[in-house]
Structure formats: C-alpha cells, structure tokens
C-alpha cells in the first residue's frame, strides 16, 4: 500500500510486566508491530491530562468529593503527560526521517503522587483540601466490584489496579522528542479551572444517579399500581375518566405495565434517547390528562401532579447528556 511509517500510540506500562486487560491489548498490539518489516515509533504516554482529556476530567469529578478513598494510601506516583506534548512527539516521529523502529516512554518532567495529584486538582476547583483516608485491600476489592454499576468504561476494576501500581518513569525519551523538557503538571494546576469544568467534575455522577432515579420512579409506580394501591380507589380514579368495568381493569394493567416497562427501559435498552422522548410524552400525556378529568391533584398538598414537572425536567436533562454521550 506504499505506508512507508507507522506510529502506534500504545501505553505507559504495556511491557512484560502488563497484567490488566487494556495493558494487555496494548503490548499486543506492540508485539505485532515490532515484527513488521516496516519502520515504526510505538509511543507509551502515561496519563494524559489537558483540555477535554477522559482522564484529566475522572480525576476532577474524583477530586471534587468531600473525601478522598486512596489506594495504597494515595502514595502511588504519576507522571501525567500533557496532550500538546502528546501532540508534538507524534508530529516528530512522523516528521523524522530517521530508519530506526524503537518504542518511546512518553511522561511529564516529573511525578506526583496521587494523593498530591487529587488535592491540587481541588485546589484548581476553587475547593479547600479534602479528608483523606487509605482504602484497605478489603475496600479496594469492594471498590472494584461497585465501579460497573455506574456505566462509565474509565472506572472500571483494571484502572484501580493500574492506579494502585503507579504511571511513572524517567522523561528521557520525551526530551529527546520534544528537543525540551516537558510541561511541568504543576503549572497547569497552577491554573484556575473554567467553570464548564467546575460544573462537569460536579455533574460527573450525576449521570449515571440520575438513570438509577428515573427508572426507579416508572418500575415503583408500576409495583404499586399493581401490588400496593387499593384497585378500587384506582377504578374510582378511572371512573372519573370516563372509563368503566372491563376497560378499567385493562387500562389499570396496561399502565401498570407500561410504567414497568418504561423503567425496564431505561435500564436496558441502548436507544435510550428515544426511550426518554417517549416518557416525556407520557408524562405529558398522564399530566394533561388529570388537569382535564382530575384538576383536584393539582391542589392536593403532596402535589402529585406538580411533581411532573421536575420529572420532566430530569427527562429532559437526562436525554441531552446521553445525547452528548453519542
């Protein structure tokens, strides 16, 4: 095909000593690469940080918690790269005319250990140091067994692990890329962080508390209807709707159905923007419904009709993150 170089962006720590999943993949991917014959540059960055970066933005909502649980007592050392740097070692390689295939350790000009790294990072926030305590071996296994439920790839049992065991290493190679030392993390957490990002390190486990509420509230409301509410009171309720005997029956059931699926969407279904727009409508729907047939509940002092309109709310809100996620 004429490729006459190749740079593979690889990982800090994909080396014979690699045990997690994505450190795995990476080193294979490297393994592959060195026996081509073609001219290659494997880049192994530690973590990268700067604008827009997954890792700087898990460490800012990690940071803005009251208190920090740190593995191996937050004295593991990280040697975070910023992206620009990134940027200019990949340029480089590509630029070099240079024949030799070597593998390129890519870090900042020095470490930082996590415990450090967190309570900078809150500093940059505007928030004042945070209580720190050490996560034993019987927390940090329950920590890595709690991380899928909240749906997010990056907090996953094998980032932990690479956590616990450190991201750093002596920044040679990158000088000699760069022609220079690399930026010093401290000076970008020396910076005061924009206030999309104050928001976003707020809002980071928002997301997914927000998903478990919604299907929580149309699974509840589904049993109850079901199980709990008087099924008299609930025909009454319909009677009043214009709606009697059989058809009542079916119609207390189908909604009661309908509300079990909905929560059993949000769940598990994957098109969940259009899962999420369908609900808007319902709750729209059951709301103009009770202004019309049962204008009471709008002066009831529980307020269960006005509580539709934060629900709509959440709906709505919900719907734009996940549709910032695709």
Sequence with gaps: MGVK??????ALGADEHAQSAYHLSKKAADDVLRQLPITHSILQPSIIYGHGAVSTELFSTLAALPIHLLPNNGQSLLQPIHIDDVVACICQCLESNSTESRAYILVGSEP?????????LRKRLGKPPAQTYALGDCGYSLLGALLP?????????????????????DPHDTTTLLKRPPQNIKTWLSTPASQAERWYA?????????????????????ITSILFYPHQQSYDLLAQLGIHNTWAVATLYGLASLDLAMGLAVLFCNRL???????????????????????????????PTLKNLPFLLCLSIYRSLEGEKS
């Design 5 to 10: 170089k190749i740079i593979q962006l690889s």
């Design 112 to 120: 930082i250990s996590y415990r450090d790294y967190l309570q900078h």
């Design 149 to 169: 439920i909240l749906g997010e790839p990056i907090l996953s049992a094998d980032n932990l692990a690479m956590l616990q065991q450190g991201n750093f290493d």
């Design 202 to 222: 707020h809002m980071y486990f928002y997301k997914p508390a927000l998903r478990y509420c919604i299907a929580l509230v149309w699974l509840w409301s589904g």
């Design 273 to 303: 923007t259009f899962i999420l727009l369908v609900q808007i409508w319902i709750v729209l729907g059951y709301s103009i419904a009770i202004a019309v047939y049962l204008p009471e509940f709008w002066l009831h002092p529980f307020g």
